[in-house]
């Protein structure tokens, strides 16, 4: 057993013993990139930053995708525009989801990853 596949299990192990919702310990994008063979962390245990930058850009990609096809296009929205404004909301939309994810790792008092 590697030494991530090591911690991973004592992650689990620990988001397990929370009262936590099992979609919120282990969330649809972390279980498709394990399938998929990368060596993500539980949401959890992610560095904040991190966090910021991947579920900012995830969404700010979604997001601006959908609201370029059903609005900005069709209006005329300059596509420079649309990138910073879908840029500005991943960054938001990164905040809050990387601040939940702080707030319910101290709720829970979960380890850090490194000592895992």
Excluded: N
């Amino acid at each position: 057993m590697t030494e991530y596949e090591r911690k991973f299990a004592a992650a689990t192990a620990e988001l397990a013993q929370t009262k936590m919702w099992p979609g919120a310990c282990m969330p649809l994008s972390t279980r498709l990139m394990r399938r998929l063979g990368l060596p993500v962390r539980p949401p959890h245990y992610t560095a904040f930053g991190f966090m910021v930058l991947s579920a900012g850009l995830r969404f700010a990609v979604v997001w601006g995708a959908i609201m370029w096809v059903l609005r900005w296009q069709p209006h005329g929205f300059a596509p420079t525009s649309a990138l910073g404004a879908s840029l500005l909301i991943g960054l938001i939309f990164g905040l809050i989801i990387a601040s939940m994810y702080r707030r319910d790792r101290r709720l829970w008092r979960l380890s850090a990853w490194r000592s895992l």
